[in-house]
């Protein structure tokens, strides 16, 4: 099992449509959760950390499930520039900067 | 204020030549990493620096691999005789207590 995963998609949804992502984890010590972005090309680029209370940020919400070792990422009103592809990102363990990428789930928001 | 640079942007190289990737971290932060991504992967994780600590280089594909960081701030990724397999984007990050991870634009390898 890998240690991040997510659905790679693509998630292909017209503007103004709400969308969820998941990602899971297999490390049950890790305490810290991020969202990144990364559009073609382009370096990632942070999105939103993840709280245990969860977090919103604008049409971004993001939470975590500790029982079920996943976070989610929400985007609602979805607009064309929201296309890209979304990174769950988790500490490896506690205490450390080392982090484990996911592969990505891939966005189209479509006219 | 001025982010994570990357230098080259991109490189093209021999096979079996040696490479040197440059990242100047955003100043202040402590913690600078390395990963890289071949076209339609996720990151790998390569190595990072943390402070005056022993750097975490488990991520490293083989000894042809090397990184240093001088003074707690500039570092260099070193590959030595280069492969086709090399090919990838570099990509250099760094963070500061917070953890958040801030990302260079890249250098783009190509081994031919």
């Known amino acids: 099992r890998k240690e991040v995963e997510q659905d790679p998609g693509p998630f292909n949804v017209p503007e103004g449509a709400t969308v969820a992502f998941n990602c899971t984890y297999s490390n049950s010590a890790s305490q810290s959760f991020f969202w990144y972005r990364q559009d073609c090309r382009k370096e990632p680029k942070l999105l939103m950390s993840v709280y245990s209370s969860g977090n919103e940020d604008g049409r971004f919400t993001a939470q975590l499930n500790r029982a079920s070792q996943y976070i989610s990422l929400l985007i609602r009103d979805s607009k064309l520039s929201d296309s890209a ?13 080392k982090y484990i990428f996911g592969t990505g789930t891939r966005l189209k928001v479509l006219a | ?42 990151l790998e994780f390569l190595i990072y620096f943390q402070g005056n600590s022993a750097p975490d280089k488990s991520g490293l594909p083989s000894d042809r691999f090397s990184a240093e960081r001088t003074g707690g701030s500039v570092s260099t990724l ?27 634009p890249g250098t783009r390898l190509t081994v031919t």
């Open chain 1, 85 to 97: 592809t979304y990174l769950c990102v988790v500490s490896h363990s506690p205490g450390t900067y």
């Open chain 2, 1 to 42: 204020g001025a982010g994570v640079s990357q230098s080259p942007s991109n490189k093209v190289t021999e096979k079996g030549k040696d490479v040197e990737l440059r990242c100047d971290p955003i100043s202040g932060h402590t913690a600078l990493y390395w990963y890289r991504q071949s076209l339609g992967q996720g």
């Open chain 2, 78 to 104: 070193t590959i030595q005789r280069t492969q086709q397999e090399d090919s990838a984007v570099y990509l250099c990050a760094s963070s500061s207590d917070t953890y958040e991870q801030y990302f260079g």
